[in-house]
């Protein structure tokens, strides 16, 4: 795994979102580390772009067309060149269930929508091992 510490080049981060807004907000909010963003709209696109990329960290949608985040998470972890990739599952699901399908896939982290500000900060600066003074300069 790389870290911001042991490489030159910007952290990449791949955002599977079907919704262009949420995308948009998600790359405001993690502004400040000097990330790499890159996106696709749903999981089978989001695999391919995971697959060229490499990204050191994917941020997935649950419930999206074609490919929903519970497969995505599953397919990244069966691939062996990005089963150690960071996964961070977003949802509007709240019930225990889909948690549980979350952790039995191989997510990393799970959060719901809509999502906090500083909650969905902390848990990236958790899976990539940024430092804590991040995009809020604190």
Known sequence: MNTAATRGAPLKVLIVE???TITN???VYLMGWGLQFFDAGNG???LAKAR???PDLIISDVQMPEMDGFALCAAVRADS???ATPFLLLTSLKDEASRQRGRL???SAFLN???SVDELR????ELLKLPVKGPTGR
């Open 81 to 83: 060149s990005l089963h």
């Open 18 to 20: 079907d919704t262009k």
């Open 52 to 54: 060229e990329i490499k």
């Open 113 to 115: 929508k809509p999502v």
């Open 25 to 27: 907000l998600l790359q």
């Open 122 to 125: 902390e848990r990236v600066r």
């Open 105 to 107: 896939v191989g997510a």
């Open 44 to 46: 089978v696109q989001g």
